[in-house]
């Protein structure tokens, strides 16, 4: 059969065959059968990249063309927590179940083991002084690492009983340290050890004046990420409860932060459910100067598995496909837009045009 141009027109199963052909060709290739993506940088990506998906529109002010995604790092078990130290010009994260810390510089690349033993760590930042803080799984407590190398512990237990595993942190502007205990590292040898919980699950805010610890909220199931919002007027929390109970919501809750030191009208701010993708959860999370949220999701496979971009209104605008799970993930380097995210056994990065609403 011929067109009216009289050039031989494609036969249907031709035409479908092509039609198959572009549909995989613009699918993420954590959903491609074949030529899997080469992660060791031999072989380079072709610009843009196909693992870093605008769902919205809005999106594309945030996604750079020529920037692909790039594995820095392999070799850990459990790759959580981490941080960015703008005056050192380096990332810190944490290798749970090796109960080590990694350093990776920005200068030229450089890993290396920062701290071990490490308590089992999970959660970093930083303070408004530089100064490190950590979640410690194994020693159920909030540290901090002094400039002369001195450990300060921060929290270690809340109205007489210990706590059962800290796991993740923020800071406040006014000195306030607010981390979550969702008990993790109190459930297995792997990453801590096995403890019985005497506190139900619930986020903490430790006053930088006096060190009172309060408790400002457990209505969730595990409270795991934290963020604030830009201007602090909000606090965003993961509930990974699911994890261990199926009736558990896979969600992001907000509060409202009152008086800089309490939480109230908790609601929900996203179900990480994505219909027709996967129903995994949300683990760490940080904002943008924009206000909208970032967020590891896995534990739902490919196609689903890496980084959530939601809008400040909620709306799902923005997908980084990952080939492992991530956990947590926060903004670096010099100019705050790289990407860092702490997925299973790897760290990777990922240049964007979005920057950094906090410190770390």
Known sequence: MKTDSGSPQPSLSRRRWLASSVAAALAPSALRAQAPRDWSGHSPIRYPDPDVVALDP???????????????ATGMRWAEGPAWNGAGGYLVWSDIPNNRQMRWLEEDGHVSVLRRPAGNSNGNTFDFHGRQLS?????????????TGAVTVIADHFEGKPFNAPNDIVVHPDGG??????????????????????????????DAATGA??????????????????????????????THNPAAP????????????????????VSTVWPGKGDGLADGIRADTDGNIWAGCGWSGPGYDGVHVFSPAGQRI??????????????????????????????YSLYVEATAAHIA
């Not at 809005?58 to 820095?72: M, P, Q």
């Not at 969600?251 to 309490?262: M, P």
């Not at 923005?318 to 760290?347: D, K, M, V, Y």
């Open 177 to 206: 340290i607010w981390f979550s205990d969702p008990g993790y590292g109190s459930l297995s040898l792997y990453e801590g050890a096995p403890h019985p919980f005497e506190l139900k699950e619930a986020v903490y805010r430790v």
């Open 135 to 147: 979640c410690e799984h194994l020693n159920r407590r909030v540290v901090r690492y002094e400039q």
């Open 318 to 347: 923005g997908a980084i496909f990952l080939p492992e799970i991530p956990a947590n993930l926060c903004f670096g380097g010099t100019r705050r837009n790289r990407l860092f995210i702490a997925a299973s056994q790897s760290l």
């Open 58 to 72: 809005s999106f594309d002010k945030y996604r750079i063309k020529n920037a692909v995604i790039e594995r820095l």
């Open 250 to 269: 896979k969600v992001i809750r907000v509060y409202d932060v009152v008086n800089q030191t309490s939480l109230r009208n908790g609601r929900l701010f």
């Open 213 to 242: 610890i309060a408790k400002v909220a457990d209505d969730l199931y595990k409270p795991n990420g934290l963020c604030f919002s830009p201007d602090y007027k909000l606090l965003y929390i993961c509930d990974t409860g699911a």
